[in-house]
C-alpha cells in the first residue's frame, strides 16, 4: 500500500502511548489520517502524536472502562480498539477483582469505544472497525483463562456486530497479533523471570518458540495488517479474524 489511501479519513485509536498502538496510529497517519489517539497517559499520548506525519492529530485522555469519559469524541471514520491489559494469574487465584479487570478493559472497553462511534459511522455511511484481538481470541493459554476469555469475546463480538451493519458500508474486523515485542511483552517476560529464575532473554525465547518462525511480531507488523483493512480497497473483508503470529495459529 503506497501513497494517502486514507486522506480525509478521522481515525481513533485507544491504547495510542506506545507499543501496538503508537505503531498504528503512525501507519494511519503515513496513510493521509487525522488520528485521534486515546488513552490514560498524556505524555505518553502527547510524544506519539508529536511523532505522527502530517498534521490535525489530536491526544485525548479518557478510560475505555467509564464511556461518561467518551463523550464528545467528534465525527470517527475508522475506530482501532487496540487498548488492552494481560495479566497471568493461575485459575485457582483469579478472584472476581481479577476477572472484572480482565473483562472491563478487553472486553467492554470495546464495546463502549465502538458506542460511541458507531451512530456516526452510520449516519455517513461509512466506517471500519478493527479489534485488536489476540491469538488468545483463538486458542487457550494457560494461566491466563480471563484473558483469553475476555479476548474470545472480543472476536464474537467482532462477529456478530459485523451482521448487523454488513449492509451500511461499516465493515467490522479482529486482528488477533500473536507475542509482540511491546511493553506489554516486557511484563509477561519479567513475570517468567520471576517465577522461574530465568533470564530476560532465556523468557523472551520461550515466548518466540511458540511463533513457527521462532520470533516475537513486531508492531509495525500488526499496524501493516490494520492499515490494510482501514484501505478502501478492503470494503470485502468482514468479520474476520486475520492472525498476525508467524502461523503459531491458523484461523479457519
Not at 23 to 48: K, N, Y
Amino acid at each position: 500500500m503506497n501513497g494517502a489511501t486514507l486522506q480525509g479519513r478521522r481515525a481513533l485509536v485507544s491504547g495510542a502511548g506506545s507499543g501496538i498502538g503508537a505503531a498504528i496510529a503512525a501507519a494511519l497517519a503515513q496513510a493521509g489520517a487525522q488520528v485521534t489517539l486515546l488513552g490514560r497517559r498524556s505524555e505518553a499520548l502527547e510524544a506519539t502524536r508529536a511523532a505522527l506525519a502530517g498534521s490535525g492529530h489530536r491526544s485525548v485522555v479518557a478510560d475505555i472502562t467509564d464511556p461518561a469519559t467518551l463523550i464528545g469524541l467528534g465525527a470517527i471514520d475508522l475506530l482501532v480498539n487496540n487498548a488492552g491489559q494481560a495479566n497471568s494469574v493461575p485459575f485457582a487465584k483469579a478472584d472476581a477483582e481479577h476477572w472484572r479487570g480482565m473483562l472491563d478493559v478487553n472486553l467492554m472497553g470495546t464495546v463502549h469505544l465502538t458506542q460511541a462511534c458507531l451512530p456516526g459511522m452510520r449516519e455517513r455511511r461509512f466506517g471500519r472497525i478493527v479489534n485488536i484481538a489476540s491469538t488468545a481470541a483463538l486458542a487457550g493459554y494457560a494461566y491466563v483463562t480471563a484473558y483469553c476469555a475476555a479476548k474470545h469475546a472480543v472476536l464474537g463480538f467482532t462477529r456478530a456486530l459485523a451482521l448487523e451493519v454488513a449492509r451500511e458500508g461499516i465493515t467490522v474486523n479482529a486482528v488477533c497479533p500473536g507475542y509482540t515485542d511491546t511493553p506489554l511483552l516486557d511484563d509477561a517476560v519479567a513475570n517468567i523471570v520471576r517465577k522461574t529464575g530465568a533470564s530476560a532473554d532465556d523468557a523472551r525465547a520461550r515466548l518466540a518458540a511458540g511463533n513457527p518462525q521462532r520470533r516475537l511480531v513486531t508492531p509495525d507488523e500488526v499496524a501493516h495488517a490494520v492499515r490494510w483493512l482501514c484501505d478502501p480497497a478492503s470494503g470485502a473483508v468482514h468479520g474476520q479474524a486475520i492472525v498476525v503470529a508467524g502461523g503459531e495459529v491458523m484461523a479457519g
